[in-house]
């Protein structure tokens, strides 16, 4: 039989069901068959915090978004084209997300009463018309599995749990996926239990075979592979990302990793990653709290490794005193913050980037960090580089910040070449830096005065090694670790003396030291490339300033702005602290600055203390990334603001993109149009 | 899933530290002294352990730039600024876990921990017993005056029960921690305990400790003359000593106190049926008494630390006036630091090609696709 084919330039699926049901599985293989067809993509996974919450209800549900097009796309989409339900309670717990017209593959197998009950509906949607503004296709996925494989004698039960790979099945048709990926996963994954392997075969091969041959569906589509620059390509989550990011800066500076972590979501993931790569070097310490998991990270970086803790929100609470305690030895540290709703134990599987503030400030004392975070899910690599390479350059701990949605959220990730990488020099101190007379223990020659020719020092004359003599372009002090003859020294909490390192409770000492460490940090700005400001005909009066993860929501933002024909610039900020040295400039070339954060406005704080900016915030804080859409029209109020103007933005008719953007088989135009070239 | 670990080998805690040649002068005390004047009250208890570890650890034929000494916070914890080796005063508390991460980084270090019966047993007790159980290489000297003394004078998790500090007006309520009951019962392989003034006992106690491979919990009887004088008078003045101190030595009966008629200390240890611990009898011939040949014989190297506890708790809980001292448990266990390192090697045996190959590969496998 032959199916008409249309073709669509993007597509916005959620896989949604109860905890048991793999939908988060389904979704990542969906996502492996579109990056494999050479589509851009992104993805949001969303799932409770319960391990199993209870079966078919609300707070069980849970959900795997993925958007992919023929074009390059910042996110993972406001809302979906079309919604895949395994259960009622997935159903009602995503109805609200869907534009009219969506599309919806409902397995109507758990449409019983009790499940309904369950679910908090009082009627079957089903079967009143609840649903009218939707193109529903109620199919019983469950019923066509256990039939589909029958032959391998499985249990009941065993048998519906493949329904996931039925539907996977159906949507790889639908939207014409490669399954040759999808069939060798499961070879691999169910190796040892042969009838299971062969029962998600058989029950996704059903489920291609359903689409091709059923009446439900007269249409397929075509999203055509989207032109990306030349290179390799992966598809890669942030914290798969950020693990090997972290790697490469254990090779590119040839220092051994040492990572100590307590388990906390959403940075788990990164312990487990690095735990699998020990054949680098790499030490994984799964310490006792997060306490000792920094504490045993200090240790390895004041031995000459690369110290690196992982945590989230609740664990730099309690590191901070640590923080505090390397920010005064100066030693190099990296402190990763995947982020997570807050305060306390707030969402932990839901994204926020609330804790900006808390990297900022959220130490006693005077205890400058700097501070990084990542744009995307493949940006968390070179990210972790650019720690890498301000912790060891500058002997300073570095804060990166990065989500729960950027980590476990995905994207096509061009694989950089390895030349493309930063060398990081350690520059370990091997000899003494300073020589005193012995007569009057007075100074005689510092630092690089040592030349070789006060090293024979003369019989007056002492060669020493002072741990906080520093370097006059970057400030930083000398690393000399255990094991290096003659350097032999004492660094601690306790404020130190300039040059010496000694303890010094002396005033001056500690208004000078005091300031020095926050030049320290300030300097690390002279090494930071111009920042790149998108305005591209150079007449925008409104500037979106960004940073971390709203990158994607931003950018589709400002796209939908400009395609409905108005001007606004975008700058997004990798290094928060310090900030580049040219964003005061930029900042004042625009009459309106708006800052879109998913906190309460804390980069907006920072801007508008430093450079006495009247910035404007736009702050959502609902554990999901920002939708693109709102953003849009904030965007678009401001632009009206600054220019006198009108502005609308609504659907602008575009030649592109024609027909439908799901499997509605009516209309059904997308609602997210910003995320478009 | 469980899998097998590597068996233990028994070996030295310095074997993998690199020492002095043949030919270089003999380090002395004096080498391992810094130039930093040295604060502690006088009297102190410190400056005794000071001067007793200064003049130890050249006996070890360490290389000094090879010995690191990590302190948490209280008075004992500026004992790193003294010598001349690397060292990092830290943070309260907190000297297990940094001493954890040199350790497992570095096996050419003889890493040491300097703390106190606050540091190590109120606001860092989680670390200690983390790392007794992991039996990470290092060797913790815990400097026990029953005070919180760089805060000027509250009772700590030691001190006795009733105790009338600055912040207990009407005696303190809680009870305390015994050290050396609290390690054993943690999984700690070496547990001693010594006394500050008793350079000799001491300075064999460090030395075993040192050579110990695993963690070494060395518990010093400290006196701080300042907030808690006299708090160990029953073990350290001549007169009492004899009858306080029972004497730990291992493969020795355990005897102590006046001289008896075979000329061993008057009374011992005898295991107690009724208790299932040991209880301290009068040793002769006499009816009432119990025979030399009855009394326990000290065995350090029992793999069961059941008998080394019954022991610790003859420690008194309140003011002190009899306490065991001497080596309760010296056992072999593999260590969290060798073992993770093994780990590192046998994964890298039979990989082939440079880091940076290895790194290309790493980011570059999985399912990719090119784009021309
Ligand atoms: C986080 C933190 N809390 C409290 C203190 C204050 N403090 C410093 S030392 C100390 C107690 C030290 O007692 P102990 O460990 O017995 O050492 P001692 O001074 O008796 O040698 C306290 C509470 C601190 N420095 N840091
Ligand atoms: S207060 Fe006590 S422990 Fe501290 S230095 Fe003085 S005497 Fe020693
Ligand atoms: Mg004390």
């Known amino acids: 039989m032959s199916k008409q084919v249309k073709r669509l330039d993007r597509v916005i699926i959620r896989f949604a069901g109860d905890s048991g049901d793999g939908m988060q599985l389904t979704g990542d293989r969906f996502t492996q068959e579109s990056a494999a067809f050479g589509n851009d993509l992104s993805t949001l996974p969303n799932f409770p915090a319960e391990i199993r919450a209870p079966q078919g209800t609300l707070p069980g549900v849970s959900s795997f978004q993925v958007h992919f097009a023929d074009h390059d796309i910042l996110t993972p989409g406001d809302a979906p084209d079309v919604l895949v339900a395994m259960n009622p309670a997935a159903l009602r717990a995503n109805l609200g997300d869907l534009p009219k017209g969506a599309a919806i593959v409902v397995d109507t197998h758990d449409f019983t009463a009790r499940n309904l009950t369950k679910a908090g509906y009082a009627a079957n949607p089903l079967e009143d018309d609840s649903l009218s503004e939707y193109a529903v296709h109620p199919l019983d996925l469950t019923g066509m599995t256990v039939e589909a494989v029958k032959e391998f004698g499985l249990s009941r039960k065993d048998a519906a749990r493949a329904k996931n790979m039925f539907a996977l099945g159906l949507l790889s048709w639908l939207y014409g996926r490669p399954i040759e990926s999808t069939i060798a996963f499961l070879q691999k994954r169910f190796a040892k239990v042969p009838d299971i392997r062969d029962a998600n075969l058989a029950a996704y091969r059903a489920g291609w075979n359903f689409g091709e041959t059923t009446e439900t569906f007269v249409v397929s589509y075509e999203i055509k592979p989207a032109p990306m620059p030349v290179g390799t390509y992966r598809n890669i989550t942030g914290n798969l990302a950020l693990a090997y990011g972290l790697i490469a800066g254990g090779v590119q500076s040839g220092l051994k990793l040492f990572l100590g972590s307590y388990p906390i979501t959403p940075a788990s993931d990164i312990l487990h990653e690095l735990s699998k790569h020990k054949a680098f070097g790499v030490?994984?310490?799964?310490?006792?709290?997060?306490?000792?998991?920094?504490?045993?990270?200090?240790?390895?970086?004041?031995?000459?490794?690369?110290?690196?803790?992982?945590?989230?929100?609740?664990?730099?609470?309690?590191?901070?005193?640590?923080?505090?305690?390397?920010?005064?030895?100066?030693?190099?540290?990296?402190?990763?913050?995947?982020?997570?709703?807050?305060?306390?134990?707030?969402?932990?599987?839901?994204?926020?980037?609330?804790?900006?503030?808390?990297?900022?400030?959220?130490?006693?004392?005077?205890?400058?960090?700097?501070?990084?975070?990542?744009?995307?899910?493949?940006?968390?690599?070179?990210?972790?580089?650019?720690?890498?390479?301000?912790?060891?350059?500058?002997?300073?701990?570095?804060?990166?910040?990065?989500?729960?949605?950027?980590?476990?959220?995905?994207?096509?990730?061009?694989?950089?070449?390895?030349?493309?990488?930063?060398?990081?020099?350690?520059?370990?101190?091997?000899?003494?830096?300073?020589v005193v007379s012995l007569r009057d223990g007075s100074s005689l020659a510092s630092s690089g005065q040592v030349s070789p020719s006060t090293n024979g020092a003369s019989a007056d004359e002492k060669r020493e090694f002072w741990p906080y003599l520093r370097d006059e372009q970057t400030l930083a002090r000398p690393w000399a670790v255990p094991g290096t003859p003659g350097l032999e020294h004492r660094i601690g909490g306790l404020e130190k003396g300039d040059g010496h390192g000694n303890i010094s409770y002396d005033p001056a000492n500690h208004d000078f030291m005091v300031r020095t460490r926050a030049a320290k940090v300030e300097r690390i700005a002279e090494s930071l490339p111009p920042l790149e400001v998108d305005d591209p005909e150079g007449l925008a009066k409104v500037l979106v300033l960004g940073?971390?993860?709203?990158?994607?929501?931003?950018?589709?933002?400002?796209?939908?702005?400009?395609?409905?024909?108005?001007?606004?610039?975008?700058?997004?900020?990798?290094?928060?602290?310090?900030?580049?040295?040219?964003?005061?400039?930029?900042?004042?070339?625009?009459?309106?600055?708006?800052?879109?954060?998913?906190?309460?406005g804390q980069l907006a704080m920072l801007i508008r203390a430093r450079y006495l900016v009247d910035a404007v915030g736009y702050n959502h804080v609902r554990g999901l990334p920002l939708k693109a859409m709102e953003l849009a029209e904030a965007i678009g109020n401001l632009v009206a603001d600054a220019e006198g103007i009108e502005v609308d933005l609504s659907d602008p008719v575009d030649a592109t993109t024609s027909g439908t953007a799901g499997a509605s088989g009516t209309s059904g135009t997308s609602s997210t149009a910003g995320d478009q070239r | 899933m469980t899998t097998d670990l590597p068996q233990p080998v028994a070996r030295s805690g310095i074997e993998l530290v690199p020492t002095l040649t043949d030919e270089a002068a003999p380090l002395t005390g004096k080498d391992f002294t810094s130039d930093q004047e040295v604060r502690w009250c006088p009297g102190c208890g410190d400056y005794a352990v000071l001067k007793a570890v200064q003049g130890f650890l050249p006996d070890l034929g360490l290389r000094r730039e090879n010995i690191v000494f990590v302190s948490g916070i209280g008075c004992s914890?500026?004992?790193?600024?003294?010598?001349?080796?690397?060292?990092?005063?830290?943070?309260?508390?907190?000297?297990?876990?940094?001493?954890?991460?040199?350790?497992?980084?570095?096996?050419?270090?003889?890493?040491?921990?300097?703390?106190?019966?606050?540091?190590?047993?109120?606001?860092g007790g989680n670390h200690l017993i983390h790392a007794l159980r992991r039996n990470v290489n290092m060797t913790i000297l815990l400097f026990n005056n029953r005070i919180y003394g760089l805060t000027k004078g509250q009772y700590s998790p030691t001190s006795e029960e009733g105790k009338i500090t600055k912040s207990t007006p009407m005696g303190s309520l809680d009870h305390p921690f015994n050290p050396v009951s609290l390690a054993l019962g943690a999984e700690a392989t070496f547990v001693a305990r010594t006394i500050d003034s008793d350079r000799k006992h001491l300075t064999a106690v460090l030395t075993a400790a040192a050579e110990h491979r695993g963690t070494s919990l060395v518990e010093i009887y400290q006196n701080c003359p300042i907030f808690n004088d006299g708090a160990f008078d029953a073990v350290k003045s001549p007169v009492t000593r004899d009858e306080a101190i029972i004497p730990l030595v291992h493969g020795e009966p355990i005897r102590f106190g006046a001289p008896g008629a075979d000329g061993s200390g008057s009374r011992g240890l005898i295991r107690d049926p009724a208790t299932g611990g040991v209880k301290i009898v009068e040793v002769g011939d006499a009816p009432d008494q119990v025979s030399a040949d009855d009394v326990l014989v000290h065995d350090a190297h029992s793999p069961d630390a059941t008998t080394a506890f019954a022991i610790s708790r003859l420690t008194d809980a309140g003011r002190l006036h009899q306490a065991p001292i001497g080596i309760f448990r010296q056992v072999s266990r593999p260590t969290y630091d060798d073992l993770a390192r093994a780990q590192i090697t046998e994964a890298a045996a039979g990989v082939t090609g440079s880091r940076s190959e290895r790194l290309a590969g790493l980011i570059g496998a999985g399912d990719t696709w090119t784009v021309a």
């Open chain 1, 283 to 434: 030490t994984t310490f799964q310490a006792e709290d997060e306490i000792a998991g920094i504490g045993a990270a200090i240790g390895a970086s004041f031995s000459g490794s690369l110290g690196v803790t992982t945590t989230s929100g609740p664990g730099i609470a309690l590191k901070s005193e640590s923080i505090g305690l390397a920010v005064m030895t100066e030693l190099p540290l990296l402190v990763v913050d995947v982020q997570r709703g807050g305060p306390s134990t707030g969402l932990p599987t839901k994204t926020e980037q609330a804790d900006l503030l808390q990297a900022m400030f959220g130490r006693n004392g005077e205890a400058p960090v700097p501070i990084v975070a990542p744009r995307s899910p493949g940006d968390c690599f070179e990210t972790a580089l650019e720690a890498v390479r301000i912790a060891v350059t500058y002997r300073t701990p570095v804060m990166l910040l990065s989500d729960g949605y950027l980590a476990n959220g995905s994207e096509p990730w061009r694989i950089p070449e390895l030349s493309e990488l930063p060398e990081i020099d350690p520059g370990f101190a091997t000899e003494p830096n300073h």
């Open chain 2, 77 to 123: 914890a500026r004992f790193p600024y003294y010598l001349e080796t690397y060292g990092m005063h830290s943070i309260h508390g907190r000297a297990p876990s940094i001493a954890t991460g040199i350790a497992t980084s570095r096996e050419d270090l003889s890493v040491w921990v300097v703390t106190g019966d606050g540091d190590a047993l109120s606001i």
């Open chain 1, 547 to 600: 940073w971390g993860s709203t990158y994607g929501p931003i950018g589709a933002g400002v796209r939908r702005v400009r395609k409905a024909g108005y001007h606004v610039a975008q700058v997004h900020l990798r290094h928060l602290n310090p900030f580049p040295r040219d964003l005061g400039d930029i900042l004042e070339r625009y009459d309106k600055v708006l800052i879109p954060e998913m906190n309460l």
